[in-house]
């Protein structure tokens, strides 16, 4: 019988547990490539699994994809499951998958209007000046009604405010022709690396990576991440903005039996390089608020190194896997890891961490009021599904018996900012054109009566009001119903002239 309220992870001098209740908390794996990071998550995954915990996790290498098939006897495992007191039992764990891209899971979008200003920033690497333009652009859209759906959105709103730069300097600032080319240049980058892809409709819907089997295990959502790698911002970016609509849309839920949804973020590193300091503090305020929304989140890196300070204090749930200290940074990387943990008499935990072999890690979960277990050896459990990765044909299978199937593959390209600001050109266009054609009637009438001549009857240039007055009569009616006022006008001075 499972253990619904706690996590077999590892076995020590006795079992190594993670409490559910503890399971919002967050945590940390870390290790060398080639130390059992991978097993580590998918152990966690599959405990979550059990117990009715729904995962989003991030399959760089496509080895997590395994979690979707049924393992198997392999002597290794059998020892393994033999090593830490247990009898090997193949199992397997409902899965979606998904893919920004559409080629190896479910299409995950999201719109412009949705990823924000901050983030989008973030994910074209633009600088101050440039990330004014695209807030000034986005309060733009907001201000005139503009839906920012998909980048066309964007790039046309762009276009129009270069366009239009002398008239919204008084309220929106200096908007340049040579900032908002800068821009379009990056969004042309992000397109020809497939990022154009992600935004668009339709957007997930969070409850889709929230589902239950008709078993009550909680659905493995795994992310195909080994080409979004190839485009480490849009990955970095990608998987922020899911965890600020978490965190947005989820209500309070304080501290529960066991949380909503675990979060894994793989290749962590990539969320914190480079990184501005608003948006660092952002990330801080998401991992430090969130878990009272019930959610969450296991940052997986090599090097504890990689995750600020302000972030890892936050991190309750440690499972560290060997570091080799080969060089200066290496070794402050032992030093910082082995000085995180809740310190074991017994244990010389900054050797340890250059000793531990495949499979081991040092492991310390919270326990009792919140208070890390003392730090200690383990040797991590072997999977219960498949280790490695599955076959085009047992993806393509499960992809075809997804609940969710047909409801995101179809692309939604509604109304939007680029066909209201196409349009608004098209009306403009058509309105330059009437003026001009009833200005030319009208403007050889008016020259017999006012006098002909480009500077309007005055040498200096400058319009009379009446000139004025009339110009401006003779925009406003260049319509269909205008140039019907307009005969009427021009038949009253012709009979006027007539008379005299």
Do not use: C
């Not at 078993?215 to 990608?238: E, S, V």
């Not at 080799?324 to 809740?342: G, I, L, M, N």
Request: aromatic share 6%.
């Amino acid at each position: 019988m499972t253990d619904q309220s706690r996590i077999f992870v590892a076995k020590s001098a006795e079992p190594q547990y993670l409490a559910l209740a503890f399971g919002n908390r967050h945590g940390l794996v870390t290790g060398a490539t080639g130390t059992g990071k991978t097993v580590t998550l998918q152990v966690l995954a599959e405990g979550f699994s059990a117990r009715g915990v729904p995962v989003f996790a991030a399959d760089i290498k496509g080895d997590l994809s395994g979690v979707s098939q049924r393992g198997e006897a392999k002597d290794f495992i059998v020892k393994r499951a033999a090593d830490v007191g247990i009898t090997y039992q193949p199992d397997q764990f409902p899965v979606q998958f998904w893919d920004v891209f559409g080629e190896q899971g479910m299409p995950i979008r999201a719109t412009v209007s949705d990823v924000g200003p901050l983030l989008l920033a973030r994910m074209l690497q633009l600088n101050d000046v440039q990330e004014g333009v695209l807030n000034a652009a986005f309060k733009l859209a907001d201000d005139q009604g503009l839906l920012l759906l998909d980048l066309k959105d964007l790039q046309a709103l762009l276009a129009d405010m270069a366009d239009k730069a002398a008239e919204l300097i008084k309220t929106y600032g200096n908007v340049s022709k040579t900032t908002v080319g800068a821009i379009q240049r990056q969004l042309l980058a992000l397109q020809q690396q497939g990022g154009d892809k992600f935004f668009g409709e339709p957007a997930l819907s969070l409850a889709d990576i929230g589902l239950l089997d008709a078993k009550g295990r909680g659905t493995i959502n795994i992310l195909a991440a080994d080409k979004l790698m190839m485009a480490p911002q849009l990955y970095a970016t990608f998987l922020l903005w899911l965890l600020s609509e978490l965190f947005e849309q989820l209500p309070e839920v304080g501290d529960l039996d066991k949380p909503k949804l675990v979060f894994f973020f793989d290749e962590a590193h990539l969320l914190f390089n480079d990184a501005p300091p608003a948006l660092l503090q952002k990330i801080e305020q998401v991992v430090r608020l969130i878990r009272s929304k019930g959610i969450g989140v296991y940052f997986v890196t090599q090097n504890p190194l990689d995750v600020p300070d302000a972030v890892l204090g936050q991190l309750g749930n440690r499972v560290q896997h060997a570091l080799r200290a080969f060089t200066p940074r290496d070794q402050k990387a032992v030093k910082a890891a082995a000085e995180t943990f809740r310190p074991n008499p017994d244990l010389d935990t900054a050797k340890v961490i250059s000793e531990l072999g495949k499979g081991e890690a040092l492991v310390s979960f919270l326990e009792g009021n919140g208070v890390p277990s003392i730090v200690q050896r383990a040797l991590i459990l072997p999977p219960a599904a498949r280790v490695g990765a599955i076959t085009p044909a047992e993806r393509q299978a499960i992809l075809q018996a997804s609940p969710l199937r047909g409801k995101y593959e179809t692309v939604v390209d509604r109304e939007s900012a680029f066909e209201m600001l196409q349009r608004r050109v098209t009306d403009e266009a058509a309105s330059a054109e009437q003026a001009e054609e009833g200005g030319g009637l009208l403007g050889s009438v008016l020259g017999s009566v006012f006098g002909s001549g480009s500077g309007g009857g005055r040498a200096s240039g400058r319009m009379t009001t009446s000139q004025a007055v009339i110009r401006s009569v003779t925009r406003t009616i260049a319509t269909t119903a205008g140039r019907e006022i307009t005969q009427a006008i021009l038949r009253g001075v012709l009979g006027g002239r007539s008379r005299r």
